[in-house]
């Protein structure tokens, strides 16, 4: 089946080729440089797939000895310096792990409740209280610079979730008590509201248009998706249904939601949706239950790829690029079919 065609010409001889062809010639082109961590609320680790397969690899171990139940909430990179943020709701921490090797490099400890987090252009890293109605930003010493107010609009404490920067420098804010979506402008300072959301918000990603998704977190099975503006555009945009997940293994008690909470894009425009499954953070015995997931949803919204039936429940995922820059699908294509094409001109 031919997915894609490329064309070019080299000294006046043109090659057309598919991509699964030349894929074939080349030893395989992958879908992104790069890999998906997704960090897992229960078990206090970071999991590890693969972009294209989803085949599934622990890829830190956060919760110890002293630290056995963190649940891990947000994740967030730093790709000039290759570290990992990742907060930590329940022991109120954000742990700095280095995102090539998985080692657990040290952790900083709040008096707050973390959940989305998010790095500037300058290495400060953002932390939403999810407890309150506040935004922390830390230079990379951990030294607390400023501190970001989501403003009431009547529901009290906002519990902002997600936070997400676009291509111009401004922050988004989700908020968890259904206050909707806000914007910061690091320029003027100020906070404001940016579009309504009736669910309780998730984790934000925005594609290469500036276009956002937001994830549903706790009781809703939907993503919502927005443009620059704040203007919904088509929603629910995706539903994460019941039926895609493992049924739990123990007594269940609470609603069929999946609470599909983490969300971001890869470099080729697919998305990653991590869901922490049919699970009530108010009923006991609905947790530590593997009937989570991860999926993958190319640029049109369509499924591509999801998880086995044994997943560790899932609060938030990122797409890490590859460290060394690969060349991209394209400029392999290119210079594969200009391989081909020289090799075939030769016999004649």
């Not at 400890?109 to 998010?118: H, R, V």
Request: proline letters at 5%.
């Amino acid at each position: 089946m031919i997915l894609n065609k490329v064309s070019g010409r080299f000294s006046g001889w043109v090659v057309t080729a598919s991509i699964g062809l030349v894929a074939s010639l080349c030893g395989g082109i992958h879908s992104a440089n790069g890999e998906v961590i997704a960090t897992g609320f229960f078990s206090g680790t970071l999991e590890r797939f693969d972009p294209d397969t989803l085949a599934q690899t622990t890829f830190a171990s956060i919760a110890s000895a002293s630290d056995p139940f963190p649940g891990l909430s947000g994740i967030a990179l730093n790709n000039q310096t290759r570290q990992l943020y990742v907060s930590a709701r329940i022991s109120q921490r954000i742990y700095t792990v280095d995102a090539d090797t998985g080692s657990t490099l040290g952790f900083h400890q709040l008096s707050t409740t973390p959940a989305g987090l998010a790095v500037d252009s300058n290495g400060q890293v953002f932390v939403s209280d999810n407890g309150g109605s506040s935004i922390s930003v830390f230079d990379s010493n951990w030294n607390q610079v400023n501190t970001i107010t989501v403003p009431d609009i009547g529901v009290g404490n906002n519990q902002p979730s997600g936070l997400a920067f676009d291509s111009n420098g401004r922050l988004l804010i989700s908020t968890f008590a259904g206050a909707g979506i806000f914007q910061f402008d690091p320029n003027t300072s100020i906070v404001s509201s940016l579009a309504p959301s009736p669910l309780a918000n998730g984790m934000i990603a925005f594609d290469s248009n500036d276009n956002f998704v937001v994830g549903g977190a706790a009781f809703s099975n939907d993503l919502l998706r927005f443009d620059e503006n704040g203007v919904g555009l088509s929603n629910p945009y995706l539903t994460i249904d019941a039926a895609l997940l493992p049924l739990p293994s123990g007594t269940f008690a609470s609603p069929d939601f999946t609470s599909p909470a983490g969300v971001a894009y890869d470099e080729n425009g697919n998305l990653f949706v991590a869901a922490l499954g049919r699970t009530n953070p108010t009923s006991a015995a609905d947790n530590f239950q593997s009937n989570g997931g991860l999926f993958k949803f190319d640029s049109s919204g369509s499924l591509v790829a999801q998880t086995g039936s044994t997943v560790t429940p899932l609060s938030s995922v990122i797409f890490v690029p590859s460290a060394v820059p690969e060349p991209s699908s394209v400029a392999m294509l290119t210079l594969c079919v200009a391989g081909v094409a020289i090799r075939r001109r030769k016999r004649y």
